[in-house]
């Protein structure tokens, strides 16, 4: 059984930093690629970024340039960089994971920006 555990959420006012923080525990063959998605509010949970094993990354359109994905294949870990901030940013953040023949997510941590 795995688990991912998210941190480094909060209230931020537009124009901010956060950095949220993703890592994996428990008993795995093969960790593949992990990613961060975003459910707003009145909205399904959607893709924000995702980083292969590789270091290969990927962005939605709304954040590129501004948020900046990271990994640490040793220690089971990713980061999101967040700069730049907008209100439209706010909503609960969930880190996914690819195994060898199942995925899993976090419980998600929330992020607001406001003012």
């Known amino acids: 059984q795995v688990q991912l555990v998210e941190s480094g959420g909060g209230l931020v006012q537009p124009g901010g930093s956060l950095r949220l923080s993703c890592v994996v525990s428990?008993?795995?063959?093969?960790?593949?690629?992990m990613g961060w998605y975003c459910q707003r509010p009145g909205q399904e949970r959607g893709y924000v970024a995702t980083?292969?094993?590789?270091?290969?990354?990927s962005y939605h359109g709304s954040v590129q340039g501004r948020f900046s994905i990271s990994r640490n294949n040793t220690q089971h870990r990713i980061w999101l960089q967040m700069n730049s901030l907008k209100p439209e940013d706010t909503g609960v953040y969930y880190c996914n994971a690819d195994f060898d023949s199942f995925d899993a997510w976090g419980q998600g941590i929330q992020v607001t920006v406001s003012s």
């Open positions: 980083i292969s094993v590789e270091g290969r990354t």
């Open positions: 428990g008993t795995f063959d093969r960790l593949w690629s």
